[in-house]
């Protein structure tokens, strides 16, 4: 199922560990949120950087709890290589043949 990219699949599509990380997440903002303590004092009381914070509460505000869910990149697992990495490495292979993967790593 594919969403467009400001738009968020439903808290269920999520698994339960990451809806209650998300929620961990909220229970640290919620104070700021509310006007009970300020950005410095949370990040005093919990050593969570303020940009980190500022982050969260963003995204919270822009998107409520499937905002504090963590992303997963399009490209994870990939590995990303330049071209002309990729040709020496060719290279190598069909130079050393006898080579073990290994060893030309």
Do not use: C
Request: proline fraction near 4%; charge should be positive; aromatic fraction near 8%.
């Amino acid at each position: 199922m594919m969403f467009m990219q400001n738009e968020l699949p439903p808290l269920t599509a999520y698994s339960e560990e990451q809806r209650q990380t998300a929620m961990t997440k909220y229970h640290v903002i919620a104070p700021y949120l509310r006007s009970e303590k300020t950005l410095a004092v949370i990040t005093v009381d919990t050593g969570i950087a303020k940009r980190t914070l500022q982050y969260w509460i963003r995204d919270y505000e822009q998107f409520g709890l499937k905002g504090l869910i963590r992303k997963t990149r399009s490209d994870a697992g990939k590995i990303h290589l330049d071209p002309e990495i990729v040709v020496a490495i060719e290279q190598l292979i069909l130079k050393y043949r006898r080579n073990s993967l290994t060893s030309i790593h």
